[in-house]
């Protein structure tokens, strides 16, 4: 067969094709459609080309599977063998003996834990070991809207709040702290701890950079873990050393992709007591292009004149902080969190933060009593003035007039942390683990004369924790929860009955 008859054959077979296809309804826009294509756009024609034959040889390829079978098979005495000598890790540490002890003698309190209360074995003791700051316990208003609140609504919603846990009462107390705080919106979350832990890596992720306060409080830490961001610490208030830091990360930052950068600290530090600089804070993070994230759980309610935290009593607008954390459990008398701040990061949170998108929804009535409690603050400011007074009163007793300890919180702080002084712990050479034992000593000397005091306490670092998680120690130190419920003679007795006990413990230490 020559030439000739191959290319008559090869168009009467395209002439017999055609035909053919022409029949087919549709064909005609289909030709019009490629033709067009090809004389306006070949390139795009030869792709669509490309990918239909590819889809074709995609859907009649073979079947095969992508889970390699490289694994050992063991026979069922093997497997039993194997299960038999493993040994689980533990999940925590095992308890200590100075733990173990400290367990057996921990008081329990039966009833309303009050100004004054009573323990197990019968004996009425003063309480200053609770965040009872206003004495909201025993405000009858307060549990008379809980009461009427928890007959409408029931105990819990049952539900996240993504799903049917948000009612009416949430969306008030959102609204209620944000107009109180003075941003366009707010968050409110079930749980206080899981706030700022969730808060944190709802923002910030792998490969972008925390700056966080070497002192920052054990929910903050937990967050950063999570986030598995990149962290840099700074010296606990040392605004200095904080520029360094920012100065120092900027300079290797210019150079790579851009990241989000956070900086992390307290208003209100829960493990020193002191007070952030919030100004300089502010000054800062604008000028190196920093967000901050600021955890008021205990500042919220305590300081300011209205007890809007450390924005009001330092005159900085709450706009100048991009999330202002806080907690509703303290001194507020209720329960849950929140995150005050723009509307894109309080919208944001409701689908990426993992407590408020996998937790049930807060009670109803702790809800209400965090809006009541909000109400009481703005109405009547007054009610703060009798705290700061029993404040300075127990504090005139312990730091001036004490040979042995000094106050470490800020003279606003009602939560009151006292630490043996410096050249005390040098002179006597006493380890961190002796002053726990100490200070636990004085804790057992003060409730046997009546006054229940407790000592800061801290989760201690995990058993696989990397040396950067154990460069920062924590101060022993006794906590006082300073509260209103006591009269002034009440509360300069507990402050002289403390005094006394941690004369005589430390009198007795050679």
Wanted: glycine share 6%.
């Amino acid at each position: 067969m020559d030439i000739n008859n191959v290319q008559a054959l090869l168009v009467r077979s395209a002439d017999e094709f055609s035909t053919h296809f022409q029949k087919v309804p549709g064909s005609a826009i289909f030709l019009r459609y490629v033709k067009s294509s090809y004389q306006n756009d070949p390139i795009r024609s030869a792709l669509e080309l490309f990918l239909f034959l590819f889809a074709v040889r995609y859907l009649l390829a073979p079947k095969y599977s992508t889970q390699k079978q490289n694994h050992v098979s063991l026979t069922e005495q093997e497997v039993d063998e194997l299960v038999e000598d493993w040994t689980p890790e533990p999940l925590v540490a095992p308890q200590s003996a100075f733990e173990e002890a400290e367990n057996e003698k921990r008081p329990v309190i039966v009833g309303p834990t009050g100004p004054k209360s009573k323990l197990s074995n019968g004996r009425t003791v003063t309480n200053l070991a609770s965040y009872n700051f206003y004495n909201l316990v025993a405000n009858e208003m307060l549990k008379e809207k809980a009461i009427q609140t928890l007959r409408t609504y029931g105990v819990g919603p049952c539900g996240p709040p993504g799903f049917y846990g948000t009612q009416d009462v949430h969306m008030k107390t959102e609204a209620d702290i944000a107009a109180f705080l003075g941003t366009p919106a707010c968050i409110v979350y079930a749980q206080a701890f899981s706030t700022i832990s969730s808060v944190i890596p709802a923002f910030s992720k792998r490969g972008d950079i925390i700056v966080a306060d070497k002192a920052v409080n054990y929910a903050i830490r937990k967050g950063i873990q999570v986030s598995r961001s990149t962290v840099w610490w700074y010296n606990h208030n040392d605004m200095e050393d904080l520029e360094r830091v920012l100065a120092r990360v900027t300079k290797e930052q210019a150079k790579k992709a851009l990241t989000r950068r956070f900086i992390v600290t307290e208003g209100i530090s829960e493990t020193v007591g002191d007070v952030v600089d919030l100004p300089k804070l502010i000054e800062l993070r604008l000028k190196y292009k920093f967000r901050l994230i600021l955890d008021e759980t205990w500042s919220f309610g305590v300081l300011g004149r209205t007890g809007r935290g450390v924005t009001e009593q330092q005159n900085v607008d709450a706009a100048e902080v991009d999330m202002i954390v806080g907690s509703l459990a303290g001194a507020l008398c209720a329960g849950g969190g929140f995150c005050a701040g723009t509307e894109e990061i309080v919208e944001h949170q409701r689908l990426s933060a993992a407590s408020y998108t996998f937790s049930a929804a807060l009670p109803a009535m702790l809800a209400t009593t965090a809006s009541q409690t909000l109400e009481m603050l703005q109405t009547t400011p007054e009610m703060m003035a009798p705290l700061r007074e029993n404040i300075k009163t127990i504090r005139a007793q312990l730091d001036p007039r004490s040979d042995w300890v000094y106050c470490s919180s800020a003279p606003e702080n009602p939560m009151m942390l006292l630490v043996l002084k410096p050249e005390i712990v040098s002179s006597k050479r006493i380890s961190l683990e002796e002053q726990e034992r100490l200070l636990q000593d004085v804790v057992d000397e003060t409730l046997a004369n009546g006054v229940l005091i407790t000592r800061l306490k801290s989760m201690q670092p995990g058993m696989n924790a990397t040396p950067r998680d154990r460069e920062w120690q924590q101060q022993p130190a006794l906590k006082v929860c300073v509260t209103s419920g006591l009269s002034r003679k009440e509360i300069e007795k507990a402050g002289v009955t403390i005094r006394h006990a941690i004369t005589k413990v430390m009198s007795k230490k050679r």
